[in-house]
């Protein structure tokens, strides 16, 4: 059985702060991606990271793919409320794709 | 595009009645996935269709729970009788060839048995 783990399980910082939240698993991932909740919605993705040591920017957020394919971490530049919100890391496995989901990094930006 | 819509938003329902839940995946998504998250859990898979077959439905927690898609359409997640621990917040997703690029997640149902 895959574990996965996030980490931090909550944030709270101030507004133009930056972070980083961490994903890590016993276990190579085929791919991985990065979604972001919010309340009473359903996750919206992120990015997909496929290649060992890939890293991907999507505006202040960047992504990276750990080397071995067992970590991926997101890094968040000079935060804003709206990046307030669950993150959830999701590594992809199996011919159906489905998701293995982390508990997520709760994120709460204050003004 | 309209993208996956679920309903209904919220059901509260009594122990032992039966629910149905529906999902509009994206018009053309062939690929189409049940999710749930239970209080304090992770998102957990529960079974994914290609058009109307079945794919893989290895994380129905037991057979008080039917899935259908209809003609490859619409789906529906019957929970039959309902037990308290089922209550908790059901995902559809779609996707266009196969999730490994993402897929579009609905809003949900939260599902709550009393």
């Known amino acids: 059985t895959q574990l996965l783990e996030q980490s931090p399980q909550f944030l709270s910082i101030q507004e133009g702060e930056n972070l980083t939240v961490y994903c890590n698993s016993s276990?190579?991932?085929?791919?991985l991606q990065w979604y972001r909740q919010e309340p009473g919605e359903g996750p919206v993705l992120l990015v997909t990271v496929v290649t060992g040591g890939e890293v991907k920017k999507l505006k202040r957020l960047t992504f990276q793919f750990g080397d071995a394919r067992k970590d991926s971490s997101l890094h968040i530049t000079a935060a804003q409320p709206g990046d307030t919100g669950l993150y959830l890391c999701a590594p992809v496995g199996g011919s159906n794709y489905k998701l293995t989901f982390g508990k997520g990094t709760l994120l709460t930006v204050n003004p | 595009e309209a993208g996956v819509t679920q309903f209904p938003s919220h059901s509260v329902i009594e122990k032992g009645q039966t629910v149905t839940l529906r999902c509009d995946p994206i018009?053309?998504?062939?690929?189409l996935y049940w999710y749930r998250r239970v209080m304090g859990k992770e998102i957990k898979f529960l079974l994914h269709?290609?058009?109307?077959?079945?794919?893989?439905e290895s994380g129905m927690p037991n057979n008080r729970f039917l899935a259908e898609r209809t003609g490859g359409t619409y789906s529906t997640l019957k929970v039959q009788p309902a037990e308290l621990e089922d209550s908790g917040v059901y995902f559809c997703a779609s996707s266009q060839a196969g999730g490994g690029y993402g897929y579009t997640f609905g809003s949900g149902t939260r599902l709550t048995v009393v």
């Open positions: 276990s190579v991932f085929s791919s």
């Open positions: 269709f290609v058009k109307e077959s079945k794919q893989d």
């Open positions: 018009s053309g998504h062939d690929n």
